[in-house]
């Protein structure tokens, strides 16, 4: 069921949600403004330091923030049945989680029994390896893997999904070897995830990329890039001081959230993986709840 965040938060009223980063906001103030509309969530890879000292209370911290959805990278040497146990006591729900690219290739069908036990609704992948630039073969490869890995999980009620990482944008033919995953991967069972950092530091357009194949992007990371930084690598890593929070750096998200509601993306989750992600994640929040457009 979608709801949007506003909804989400109504639950706790009026009063003020306090931060360990000392900040203070009215639960009003947090999440969604009357132009964008969520739902969102965070991609808990954000607090991924916390998480290696500290499960149950890095949880604290995401509810606190008052975040209803979550997206995974790992359960932190938890069992899955424990770890939803745990997001479910603090009323957050796993809709998405990451696994890598190998466990698909050689065990799609392990990854969708975690998945489920995980109760995940979006099932995908955040890289794929390859040494020095990202080619054809590797991408025809790969194509084939998501294609069996989203009909596995098609089986199971659970819809595979590529997240795009930048270096994809390797020239082919008149496009761009993103053309040629995108040709390649059947719609019934391959989806896409839109990290709009990761689509703008190798020179792209998001907005174009939701318009030229707006069917296939089900889910998006928000993420902002440090001002002044310069665009056009291929490599598809940077230094995580780059991630800001959203609203303080270069990106101007309201053309971009105008097209992924238009083509309906379903999921929004901020991702910060900036060692001051804990202090930027409630400003990201208030950031997106001021949005007008």
């Given at each position: 069921?979608?709801?949007?965040?506003?909804?989400?938060?109504?639950?706790?009223?009026?009063?003020?949600?306090?931060?360990?980063?000392?900040?203070?906001?009215?639960?009003?103030?947090?999440?969604?403004?009357?132009?964008?509309?969520?739902?969102?969530?965070?991609?808990?890879?954000?607090?991924?330091?916390?998480?290696?000292?500290?499960?149950?209370?890095?949880?604290?911290?995401?509810?606190?923030?008052?975040?209803?959805?979550?997206?995974?990278?790992?359960?932190?040497?938890?069992?899955?049945?424990?770890?939803?146990?745990?997001?479910?006591?603090?009323?957050?729900?796993?809709?998405?989680?990451?696994?890598?690219?190998?466990?698909?290739?050689?065990?799609?069908?392990?990854?969708?029994?975690?998945?489920?036990?995980?109760?995940?609704?979006?099932?995908?992948?955040?890289?794929?390896?390859?040494?020095?630039?990202?080619?054809?073969?590797?991408c025809r490869e790969a194509a084939a893997v998501f294609n069996h890995?989203?009909?596995?999980?098609?089986?199971?009620?659970?819809?595979?999904?590529?997240?795009?990482?930048?270096?994809?944008?390797?020239?082919?033919?008149?496009?761009?070897?993103?053309?040629?995953?995108?040709?390649?991967?059947?719609?019934?069972?391959?989806?896409?995830?839109?990290?709009?950092?990761?689509?703008?530091?190798?020179?792209q357009d998001p907005v174009k990329l939701l318009e030229k194949y707006?069917?296939?992007?089900?889910?998006?990371?928000?993420?902002?890039?440090?001002?002044?930084?310069?665009?056009?690598?291929?490599?598809?890593?940077?230094?995580?001081?780059?991630?800001?929070?959203?609203?303080?750096?270069?990106?101007?998200?309201?053309?971009?959230?105008?097209?992924?509601?238009?083509?309906?993306?379903?999921?929004?989750?901020?991702?910060?993986?900036?060692?001051?992600?804990?202090?930027?994640?409630?400003?990201?929040?208030?950031?997106?709840?001021?949005?007008?457009?």
């Amino acid at each position: 069921m979608k709801l949007n965040f506003r909804c989400l938060l109504s639950c706790v009223g009026s009063m003020a949600l306090v931060f360990s980063t000392g900040l203070t906001v009215k639960a009003a103030d947090v999440g969604i403004g009357a132009s964008f509309k969520g739902p969102i969530g965070l991609q808990l890879y954000s607090l991924r330091d916390q998480f290696k000292k500290d499960v149950p209370g890095t949880l604290d911290k995401v509810q606190g923030f008052g975040i209803k959805y979550a997206e995974l990278a790992t359960t932190y040497n938890l069992p899955p049945e424990q770890f939803t146990a745990e997001l479910k006591k603090r009323g957050i729900k796993a809709v998405s989680g990451h696994y890598p690219y190998e466990k698909y290739r050689d065990d799609a069908e392990g990854v969708a029994r975690e998945a489920k036990a995980l109760g995940l609704k979006y099932v995908g992948c955040a890289w794929i390896p390859h040494k020095g630039n990202f080619d054809e073969k590797t991408c025809r490869e790969a194509a084939a893997v998501f294609n069996h890995a989203g009909e596995v999980l098609a089986k199971q009620g659970m819809k595979f999904f590529y997240h795009v990482h930048g270096f994809e944008f390797q020239p082919y033919q008149d496009g761009t070897l993103l053309d040629l995953l995108m040709k390649e991967t059947n719609p019934k069972y391959a989806n896409f995830e839109m990290d709009v950092f990761w689509i703008i530091f190798p020179g792209q357009d998001p907005v174009k990329l939701l318009e030229k194949y707006p069917k296939r992007w089900q889910l998006m990371h928000l993420k902002d890039m440090k001002k002044g930084l310069q665009t056009g690598p291929l490599t598809g890593s940077a230094p995580v001081t780059n991630d800001v929070a959203i609203g303080t750096g270069q990106i101007d998200f309201d053309p971009i959230l105008k097209a992924a509601k238009k083509v309906g993306v379903k999921y929004y989750f901020i991702e910060d993986e900036s060692p001051t992600s804990e202090q930027q994640i409630p400003e990201s929040l208030k950031y997106l709840g001021q949005m007008k457009w």
